[in-house]
């Protein structure tokens, strides 16, 4: 179930908003297409407008931002705002937009089950706007919107690159070199605590080195290395469906767009109706199948999910409450807002459902208004019936208009949405920032990667999953909040746990291994057995004629015989605290120390592992106590002096003190290898 979500709207500083209750103080700024009834036009609305009363600094100054991962599979640019006219008065507005498909992965009945969701960007400012923007004010089009890029390197000493992303060998390119790159397909790199951004580059001209020809190349794009000098944008004018490879791929939190004008006339029975200015984009999450309660869970938050509550109604509301028959699904939408089953009269309905967040917990089931050309929207009949005056009639015509130029699903055949879809309210309490970091089941796999005789892998993608959602839970109060703090770890985790991802020590040690005294050829791992070796042969594995399987729990109780808390060999406490969990926890020491630092930490649970030791056999439990000892230990502390193989070793020798030289050098590598190809780069 691990999803980042990110905040629509950053802070008019341009960070993210921690908590959501912040943001939603000043969401409500803005009365004027709030969630679930627009108190503006009498109508269902199903997203949120988010405009120069509650998010001004997003008309030029930081942009609105992909609240998740995901692809971009439709969307309409254009170059200029569509203008329409009311009584010989121009109005522009934008029919711009950007529809992102978010995949939510979770588990039921012991089954991996992918919820699809989309949210809708709708009135984004045009590139002719922006472009203006740009001039003024420095700031550039979302990576989204370009298909390629020309710069030129800036940068006084030039730059080096290489033909290949892992090849090691570098050429140099000097200032002024032009080149042509795809911002869509960049590959971030760590160097230190910083984080650089390649791209697959061409040469223009290509570059001479060594009599050879370089014509592509790696390069480093970052602003204050190179300097944009054109660029080619996505397709303009139409709706474009993308499919396959050719949908893009975006990040939570990556720029959208900014608020495009949607200028509305008022005032309209005046000589001359007055222009409201409006800047602002419509914001909306649907899906065409009902939110699992996973889902809500995660979005909303565990603590909420209680207040959670969906409406349903009329399949054919036309969504206009009328407030002398309102319709099933406004009825329905009462009913749950107010607790009160019975019948009130439609002003009482609006009454109570124009307070700004009265639907602040719920979704919805209802037409999309997006769908139906004006034509076969029912509603306007409905208002006309109501408002007799000939403006009024004037500005339905004109509304009528605008709504066949914003609409825009049936167009966009390939995606096979439905008129009929279900809409929440889209800023989740659930979503709130935690501060450390958002790695996933993917990341984990290209560290527990290995494969058995049949090509399976041999850990299961679930079990990978499981560890993801753990870390991403604790990894700011157990310190794996840093790049550097999560690849010392994970470098430890991969060497502790092994290839299979054991949660339990493995003791099935042969006599042979359990008596060897020379470093050289492999020492034993336990000193107990290495004095004694006649309890060796005893109690260790003994191949051939006459020889016997291992005996783990006489090793372990042997092996871990008064040490770290543990009784004497007829304690039995050498195999009751046996290593456990992702760093092998050894020893009743501490196993006490686990539970007294994890009840600190989350006192609600009451946890003992002294008394419970199989459970650091469970996942949750498993990654905590190594993310205990991580912490109680200061381990983060030695994580944080760098990324060289001496700092690596500073770490393994407070996890495994008596590990071998091999072994070392495997965490030294594992650690390399993360860290070098970024494994765990967009965690951050």
Not at 493 to 512: C, M, V
Not at 673 to 683: K, L, Q, R
């Amino acid at each position: 179930m691990t999803m980042k979500f990110v905040y629509p709207v950053p802070k008019p500083n341009g960070h993210v908003y921690e908590d959501g209750n912040e943001l939603q103080t000043q969401l409500q700024k803005e009365v004027a297409g709030q969630y679930g009834f627009n108190p503006g036009n009498s109508s269902w609305h199903g997203g949120m407008h988010l405009s120069l009363k509650n998010a001004p600094h997003c008309q030029k100054d930081h942009p609105i931002m992909a609240i998740a991962d995901g692809k971009v599979v439709a969307y309409r640019v254009n170059n200029v705002y569509s203008t329409s006219v009311y009584r010989g008065i121009e109005l522009p507005y934008s029919r711009d937009f950007c529809l992102l498909q978010h995949k939510f992965s979770y588990t039921e009945d012991d089954q991996t089950k992918t919820f699809t969701f989309f949210s809708l960007y709708m009135h984004l400012a045009p590139l002719a706007e922006e472009q203006i923007f740009e001039q003024v004010n420095g700031f550039k089009l979302p990576n989204w919107l370009y298909t390629e890029i020309t710069a030129e390197v800036t940068d006084e000493d030039g730059l080096s690159c290489r033909t290949d992303s892992m090849e090691k060998a570098n050429y140099a390119v000097s200032k002024g070199q032009k080149f042509k790159y795809d911002p869509r397909q960049l590959k971030p790199k760590a160097f230190g605590m910083k984080v650089r951004h390649f791209a697959r580059c061409t040469l223009e001209p290509p570059l001479n080195s060594g009599g050879s020809s370089i014509a592509e190349t790696w390069l480093c794009v970052d602003e204050d290395l190179v300097k944009t000098i054109d660029a080619t944008t996505v397709k303009q004018g139409a709706l474009i469906e993308l499919s396959g490879a050719e949908q893009i791929d975006i990040k939570g939190g990556d720029a959208i767009g900014y608020l495009g004008q949607f200028h509305i006339p008022t005032q309209i029975e005046a000589d001359t109706p007055v222009v409201d200015p409006r800047y602002q984009i419509h914001f909306e999450l649907f899906s065409t199948e009902e939110p699992p309660e996973a889902f809500l869970k995660r979005f909303f938050g565990e603590a909420n999910l209680d207040k959670v509550k969906k409406v349903e109604g009329d399949d054919d509301s036309d969504g206009y409450l009328d407030r002398n028959k309102p319709n099933g699904f406004f009825k329905n939408f009462h009913q749950i807002v107010t607790l009160d089953e019975s019948d009130v009269p439609g002003t009482e309905i609006a009454k109570n459902l124009s307070k700004w967040d009265s639907a602040q917990y719920m979704y919805h089931k209802h037409a999309s208004e997006w769908y139906d050309k004006a034509a076969d929207k029912t509603v306007w009949q409905t208002i006309l019936g109501i408002v007799d005056s000939s403006n009024f009639e004037k500005l339905i015509d004109h509304e009528k208009e605008r709504v066949d130029k914003l609409i825009w699903m049936q167009e966009a055949s390939s995606l096979g949405l439905p008129k009929v879809v279900w809409n929440w309210w889209p800023i989740g309490t659930g979503m709130a920032f935690k501060p450390g970091c958002y790695i996933t089941k993917e990341m984990l796999r290209l560290v527990w990667n290995e494969k058995d005789d049949d090509f399976v892998f041999l850990v299961d993608i679930e079990d990978l999953e499981a560890v993801a959602d753990e870390i991403n839970e604790i990894s700011a109060t157990l310190k794996l909040d840093t790049l550097l703090r999560l690849n010392h770890f994970l470098a430890q985790a991969k060497k502790e746990a092994g290839k299979g991802f054991s949660l339990e020590e493995n003791l099935h040690y042969s006599a042979k291994k359990l008596k060897q005294k020379d470093k050289d050829k492999g020492r034993g791992p336990f000193k107990y057995f290495r004095d004694n070796p006649r309890e060796a042969d005893l109690y260790g594995r003994v191949d051939g004629e006459g020889g016997h399987s291992s005996n783990p729990e006489q090793i372990a109780n042997r092996a871990y015989a008064n040490r770290n808390g543990n009784g004497n060999i007829a304690s039995g406490d050498g195999w009751r605290y046996r290593g456990r969990g992702i760093f092998q926890l050894t020893g009743k020491k501490n196993y006490r120390n686990a539970s007294r630092v994890y009840n600190i930490l989350w006192p609600e649970e009451n946890i003992d592992f002294e008394a419970n030791p199989d459970l650091l056999l469970q996942i949750k439990y498993a990654v905590r106590s190594a993310g205990i000892f991580w912490l109680d230990n200061a381990i983060w502390e030695k994580a944080d002096k760098g990324s060289s193989g001496t700092i690596v070793d500073n770490v393994t020798k407070i996890i495994n003190s008596g590990t071998s030289e091999k072994s070392k050098k495997e965490r030294r590598d594992n650690f390399s290898s993360y860290y070098n190809d970024g494994i765990f780069n967009e965690a951050f």
